[in-house]
């Protein structure tokens, strides 16, 4: 027989018949291989002429002092054992995580909001629990879900409106994932100090806002963001002069222009963002939205994920800072 090595090849074989080959070519008896295998000598015997029909050979033939494997048994012998260690070790009860000796290594996707506040909290964490362990933020695949069920990714950090409408329709995580949210947030709208939209009553009217320039951060690049949807449920449009794909820019550019960023009232929190800049409360009511972790069910018990999400909910335990929801 022609055994090809692929998985696929396997799918019509009885793999009992390899642990059944395993005691044959230890014993080198039928009647002791049935007593290790727990059967009966006649089945032991009919398992026998099964593998010489799978494997294209006798297996076994009687020698001067008994049974002797042929040269294709004896072939078999080692790897096939090896296989079969191999195969136990893995169904057996998994291997305890521990964070102080692990050299694993996690991929996470995540908006750069979140990695100005999270990653600043979380790094001195790992440097003391978790010394060996290697942390990389990379970016959104365009098949999330996919990334995650194949252990490519084990998280992906997303923010959702609490009504589950995603910010970003073109980011929305697959249904079958799951999620767990990290803290909650609310729009702000952010200016620069000085700028000519800011009332003395330091507010911003909806006329004001619609007649300025906007800076709106869109990671798909196209298509409307969650302002846009709900001005135009109230009748009303603005103007988006400049798309960018992360905050950090998106804040540079309203600390430098007249243009108006309305993001996550968090933003203002991360090192440096208040330098020039007005958090304003919007002219129209927005919903709240989440920040959330979503990973895919498969690894929902492996010890090592379990660990790495308790570290982000720790890491995030607080925010938004107090005070940074108001206008300053």
């Given at each position: 027989?022609?055994?090809?090595?692929?998985?696929?090849?396997?799918?019509?074989?009885?793999?009992?018949?390899?642990?059944?080959?395993?005691?044959?070519?230890?014993?080198?008896?039928?009647?002791?291989?049935?007593?290790?295998?727990?059967?009966?000598?006649?089945?032991?015997?009919?398992?026998?002429?099964?593998?010489?029909?799978?494997?294209?050979?006798?297996?076994?033939?009687?020698?001067?002092?008994?049974?002797?494997?042929?040269?294709?048994?004896?072939?078999?012998?080692?790897?096939?054992?090896?296989?079969?260690?191999?195969?136990?070790?893995?169904?057996?009860?998994?291997?305890?995580?521990?964070?102080?000796?692990?050299?694993?290594?996690?991929?996470?996707?995540?908006?750069?909001?979140?990695?100005?506040?999270?990653?600043?909290?979380?790094?001195?964490?790992?440097?003391?629990?978790?010394?060996?362990?290697?942390?990389?933020?990379?970016?959104?695949p365009p098949r999330l879900s996919d990334a995650l069920e194949a252990g490519e990714l084990d998280l992906a950090v997303e923010p959702v409106l609490l009504d589950d409408e995603p910010l970003d329709r073109a980011r929305e995580p697959a249904p079958r994932l799951q999620r767990r949210t990290l803290f909650r947030d609310r729009m702000r709208c952010f200016v620069r100090?000085?700028?000519?939209?800011?009332?003395?009553?330091?507010?911003?009217?909806?006329?004001?806002?619609?007649?300025?320039?906007?800076?709106?951060?869109?990671?798909?690049?196209?298509?409307?963001?969650?302002?846009?949807?709900?001005?135009?449920?109230?009748?009303?449009?603005?103007?988006?002069?400049?798309?960018?794909?992360?905050?950090?820019?998106?804040?540079?550019?309203?600390?430098?222009?007249?243009?108006?960023?309305?993001?996550?009232?968090?933003?203002?929190?991360?090192?440096?963002?208040?330098?020039?800049?007005?958090?304003?409360?919007?002219?129209?009511?927005?919903?709240?939205?989440?920040?959330?972790?979503?990973?895919?069910?498969?690894?929902?018990?492996?010890?090592?994920?379990?660990?790495?999400?308790?570290?982000?909910?720790?890491?995030?335990?607080?925010?938004?800072?107090?005070?940074?929801?108001?206008?300053?």
């Amino acid at each position: 027989m022609n055994m090809n090595h692929s998985v696929r090849a396997l799918h019509g074989i009885d793999l009992n018949l390899l642990a059944a080959f395993d005691a044959l070519a230890e014993e080198r008896n039928v009647t002791r291989a049935a007593a290790r295998a727990g059967v009966t000598q006649s089945a032991m015997s009919h398992t026998l002429r099964r593998l010489r029909d799978l494997l294209g050979d006798p297996l076994l033939v009687r020698g001067g002092g008994g049974m002797v494997l042929t040269p294709r048994a004896e072939a078999l012998r080692a790897p096939l054992r090896a296989a079969l260690a191999e195969l136990a070790r893995v169904l057996d009860e998994p291997a305890q995580f521990d964070p102080a000796t692990s050299t694993r290594g996690f991929r996470v996707v995540a908006p750069d909001l979140f990695d100005m506040l999270a990653l600043p909290r979380l790094l001195p964490r790992l440097a003391a629990q978790a010394p060996g362990i290697d942390l990389a933020v990379v970016p959104r695949p365009p098949r999330l879900s996919d990334a995650l069920e194949a252990g490519e990714l084990d998280l992906a950090v997303e923010p959702v409106l609490l009504d589950d409408e995603p910010l970003d329709r073109a980011r929305e995580p697959a249904p079958r994932l799951q999620r767990r949210t990290l803290f909650r947030d609310r729009m702000r709208c952010f200016v620069r100090r000085g700028h000519p939209a800011i009332t003395k009553s330091r507010r911003l009217g909806m006329r004001a806002f619609t007649a300025a320039g906007h800076v709106l951060v869109s990671p798909a690049g196209a298509g409307p963001g969650v302002v846009d949807r709900h001005l135009e449920r109230a009748g009303e449009r603005r103007r988006v002069v400049v798309r960018v794909p992360q905050f950090g820019s998106a804040l540079a550019i309203a600390a430098h222009s007249d243009l108006i960023l309305t993001a996550p009232s968090s933003l203002i929190a991360a090192e440096g963002a208040e330098a020039g800049l007005v958090s304003l409360a919007p002219p129209l009511a927005l919903p709240e939205h989440a920040i959330a972790m979503h990973w895919h069910p498969r690894f929902s018990e492996d010890p090592g994920h379990r660990w790495l999400r308790g570290a982000l909910v720790e890491a995030t335990r607080g925010l938004p800072p107090r005070g940074h929801t108001r206008s300053t």
